[in-house]
């Protein structure tokens, strides 16, 4: 309704229901897909664990089952552009995979230049003492998380 603040949900006795809605992050590869949800708010954002990539179709069906158990309401997803800008292989994948996100569940997909995030979260994951396998098996998902955090500081400007 007009002139209502965004988020909320008036019933009919004029009391006031937070609409419980978060982002998604989307940190896209062809072995693992980094997975980060935020809070509500958009404040926050945390890590939410690595798909390991199974195919189109079964990635798609297990991001559907999180967007509906954690009421996602957007998805970004990151853009692994080279660091001088352009757009190679790995980044047209990630277009085409927001792309059909978008189409088969009928929400927001944006996408952000996701260019330091991997090397952020290595450098984050290192200095925790974390090695090998271990490292391996949580760095998509903070890449996700510092994509999503990016992404939720732009939009929390603008």
């Known amino acids: 309704m007009a002139g209502e603040p965004r988020g909320e949900l008036r019933e009919p006795s004029g009391l006031a229901f937070r609409k419980v809605a978060c982002t998604l992050g989307i940190d896209h590869g062809s072995k693992r897909i980094g997975l980060a949800i ?16 199974r195919g189109l179709e079964r990635d798609l ?6 967007v509906e158990a954690r009421q996602v ?8 552009l080279h660091m001088d800008g352009r757009s190679g292989r790995q980044a047209e ?6 792309e059909r996100l978008a189409s088969e569940l009928g929400l927001p997909v944006d ?3 996701e260019r330091w995030t991997t090397r952020e979260a290595e450098r984050a994951l290192r200095e ?7 490292k391996r098996a949580v760095i998509d998902s903070v890449a996700a998380a510092l994509l999503l955090r990016t992404y939720l ?4 400007a603008g």
């Open 61 to 66: 069906a297990a991001i559907r089952e999180l």
């Open 128 to 134: 925790t003492g974390r090695k090998g396998k271990k």
């Open 153 to 156: 500081e732009r939009e929390g």
């Open 93 to 98: 994948a990630a277009r085409a995979f927001a």
């Open 111 to 113: 996408t952000i230049d």
């Open 73 to 80: 309401e957007r998805i970004v997803v990151g853009l692994p």
């Open 38 to 53: 935020s809070d509500p708010d958009g404040k926050v954002a945390l890590p939410a664990g690595t798909l390991t990539s």
